[in-house]
């Protein structure tokens, strides 16, 4: 397939510009806990005043990209890895789960009939958005009668204004916190993020990216940034915070574990403070849309 000829492949930011020009994944899930779905264009969604997501937020969601190698072929990044971690988030949220290889072929499909979105080698990538919401009508807080899952997507380039690698400017939040123990950190919960955005917007209004968060018991120790997992590096040694249920478990993190153990680094997931922050060589962020900034 090739490419869009309706879309500049140069020019890619990371929005939703483009996914008018593209396929999209739906499913329901009947009482009995079956899922089936279809692919139709993208295009609005039809819920009642009522819905459980619009009231009491029960709401799940990934993200992982399709990227296109040297050789044309287009491949996805550990996508089984965003199906369990979609499968536990369910649990949290008490959502029927979505199984993985239904995950996988729902994925598959919205790939394969947006192949031709998927950008050229370095010059982007097809970001794809799986959901599970809580789609049925309830008055009373509870979990909904019906859920629907569906899976769109868009083709994007550099998550910051900077362009890929390019190093960021981060504030560290002292005031606001992103997560506290016992609570939804480590779900990739809908609403986990908006609540961010106040203290992200006035960083952002002040030169910065994003926003560094702190623990919410200390207050002292780095937990992640607005949408994305952090590390710290001194010498051959890379610390990360470790996974507690306040932060997420990012694919991305995972692998940057693996890979940097596999080259011989030691890779500690402990508390990592704001002082040892200050005095490290460097520092980074990992995630799907990010990638990895410095």
Known sequence: QGLH???DFDRLGFGCEHVGKTQ???ATCSPEGEWRGELRPYGPLEFEPAAQVLNYGQSIFEGLKAQRAPDGAVVLFRPEQNARRMMEGALRMAMPQVPEPFFLDAVTRVVRAN???VPPPGKGS????????????????????????????????AYFKGGQLAPIDLVVEQSFHRAAPGGTGGTKAAGNYSPVLPAQLRAKRDGYSDVIYLDA??????????????????GRTIKTPPLTGTILPGV?????????????????????????VMEADEVFTTGTAVVLCP
């Open 252 to 276: 991305t993190r995972k692998s940057v574990i693996e890979l940097a153990r596999a080259r011989g680094y030691d890779v500690q997931e402990a508390p990592v403070s704001i002082d040892e």
């Open 126 to 157: 097809l970001y794809v958005r799986p959901l599970l919401l809580g789609s049925g009508p309830i008055l009373g807080l509870g979990p909904a009668p019906e859920y629907t899952f569906l899976v769109y997507c868009s083709p994007v380039g």
């Open 217 to 234: 018991v200390a207050n002292r120790y780095l937990e992640e940034v607005s949408s994305c997992n952090i590390f710290a590096v001194k």
């Open 115 to 117: 192949a031709g979105l």
């Open 5 to 7: 000829p309706g879309v």
């Open 24 to 26: 999209m994944f739906l």
